[in-house]
């Protein structure tokens, strides 16, 4: 039972535009949403995050949009650099309840030059 | 600041053996998490525990997975006996619980089982 779902396993993007990577999840206990990025050979790292009262949050070149009728949200990375290639994983936790954290099968980005 | 500690960083260990992965959270973090990632499932939850209680381990594939967490710098993942379809790498991760508060990982353990 797959809470949380990343349906593209991979995405190219030409540096310079945007990458819009999607995220969606089943529970509407979930209220609070990251994303993570991982490299090679490394643990994931925390990019960004969202609490279910908003409906987006901005961190420099990193957008996260929350549409929480449709149980969806979405990374935004404007404009993208080579150095953004990883895997990125989104993540949905209860926080006013069990604190689990849940994480979707990631999308792998490449940012091409 | 050091981060989440995981040893070893590598493992191989034949079928049948006991595996013992370690893990060191973040100092005044008070719960921890282990993942397992494989490419089926991405980060998949195995157990978690809350100031070294653990809370939920309904994913701990089979009776083979063990965890513990005598305190609050030490934390434990067990499998014995460890079979191939473990291979994989796990993860641990620590947090403050609280809403703001975001998982740090350690690098993981790179577990082979021929």
């Known amino acids: 039972d797959q809470q949380v779902k990343q349906n593209s396993p991979s995405l190219s993007v030409q540096e310079g535009r945007i990458s819009i990577l999607n995220c969606d999840y089943t529970n509407s206990m979930f209220d609070y949403f990251l994303w993570y990025k991982k490299y090679p050979a490394e643990g994931p790292t925390f990019l960004i995050s969202?609490?279910?009262?908003?409906d987006k949050n901005e961190d420099g070149r990193f957008t996260v949009f929350l549409n929480k009728s449709a149980k969806h949200l979405s990374l935004h990375i404007v404009p993208s650099q080579p150095g953004d290639s990883a895997v990125y994983f989104c993540?949905?936790?209860?926080?006013?309840?069990?604190?689990?954290?849940?994480f979707g099968t990631g999308t792998r980005l490449k940012v091409l030059a | 600041d050091a981060g989440v500690i995981q040893s070893p960083r590598h493992e191989v260990t034949e079928m049948g053996q006991e595996v013992t992965l370690r893990c060191k959270p973040i100092s005044g973090h008070n719960s921890l998490f282990w993942y397992r990632q494989t490419m089926m499932r991405g980060l998949e939850l195995l157990i978690y525990?809350?100031?070294?209680?653990?809370?939920?381990d309904s994913g701990m594939p089979e009776d083979r997975f063990s965890a513990k967490m005598p305190n609050a710098s030490f934390s434990t993942l067990k499998i014995q006996p460890s079979e191939p379809r473990d291979s994989a790498v796990y993860f641990c991760?620590?947090?403050?619980?609280?809403?703001?508060?975001?998982?740090?990982f350690g690098n993981g353990t790179r577990l082979t089982v021929t």
């Open positions: 969202i609490s279910s009262i908003k």
């Open positions: 991760a620590s947090r403050v619980t609280g809403l703001g508060s975001p998982l740090h």
């Open positions: 525990f809350n100031n070294n209680v653990p809370i939920d």
């Open positions: 993540a949905a936790s209860h926080e006013s309840g069990t604190y689990k954290y849940i």
